[in-house]
Antibody, heavy 117, light 112 residues
Framework: EVQLQESGPGLVKPSQSLSLTCSVT????????WGWIRKFPGNKMEWMGY???????SYNPSLKSRISITRDTSKNQFFLQLNSVTTEDTATYYC???????????WGQGVMVTVSS | DVVLTQTPPTLSATIGQSVSISCRSS???????????LNWLLQRPGQPPQLLIY???RLESGVPNRFSGSGSGTDFTLKISGVEAEDLGVYYC?????????FGGGTKLELK
């Protein structure tokens, strides 16, 4: 069974970088696409970006200057780095698998990140 | 960016009632390859989102057949034929036809 698990600090100071890890079991990240999505307080959801099976990336233009998604295939993990965070980046961050036909079909449990001094 | 407008924002239902949620797109979601990449997700309280429907009307494996999706172009509908208690939560439509991929604002289904 495909399982994803996010990990990382729950509190980040403004202007610093947010770094999260998504650990995947039951499926290789060298297949399909692997993305980050966040849910803000309230219901708003935002797709942040993905890394593909080949290592190519695609980012939401709203974040393009601040975001980086990388991976370690030996550990079957992929990573999110978001620079220069503000309080508006406070959200629950999810990693998910994306398949071309089915879309986001497997999700991690999510990690809540608060940006506060 | 494509804007997905979900209505209603909140839906109150009794167990066994049939309900529908609308998702309207600011532009056609028909891809040049002939597919329409419009999906429906359910997020139950305290849980991550779960895929219910993909490509407008295809039921994800393991999802009860009381859920159905329909629509084309810019207008889409999720129908629940006989709400059960486990269906409560927030429903989202999401499109991946046009970059950046975008989500609707969500519809909260609650018990009346």
């Amino acid at each position: 069974e495909v399982q994803l698990q996010e990990s990382g600090p729950g509190l980040v100071k403004p202007s610093q970088s947010l770094s999260l890890t998504c650990s995947v079991t039951g499926y290789s990240i060298t297949s399909n696409y692997w993305g980050w999505i966040r849910k803000f307080p309230g219901n708003k959801m935002e797709w942040m970006g993905y890394i593909s099976y080949s290592g190519s990336t695609s980012y939401n233009p709203s974040l393009k200057s601040r975001i980086s998604i990388t991976r370690d295939t030996s550990k079957n993990q992929f990573f999110l780095q978001l620079n220069s965070v503000t309080t508006e980046d406070t959200a629950t961050y999810y990693c998910a698998r994306y398949r071309g036909i089915t879309g986001f079909d497997y999700w991690g449990q999510g990690v809540m990140v608060t940006v506060s001094s | 960016d494509v804007v997905l407008t979900q209505t209603p924002p909140t839906l109150s239902a009794t167990i066994g009632q049939s309900v529908s949620i609308s998702c309207r797109s600011s532009q056609s979601l028909l891809h040049s390859n002939g597919n329409t990449y419009l999906n429906w997700l359910l997020q139950r309280p305290g849980q991550p989102p779960q895929l219910l429907i993909y490509l407008v009307s295809r039921l994800e494996s393991g999802v009860p057949n009381r859920f159905s999706g329909s629509g084309s172009g810019t207008d889409f509908t999720l129908k629940i034929s006989g709400v059960e208690a486990e269906d409560l939560g927030v429903y989202y439509c999401v499109q991946s036809t046009h970059a950046p991929w975008t989500f609707g604002g969500g519809t909260k289904l609650e018990l009346k």
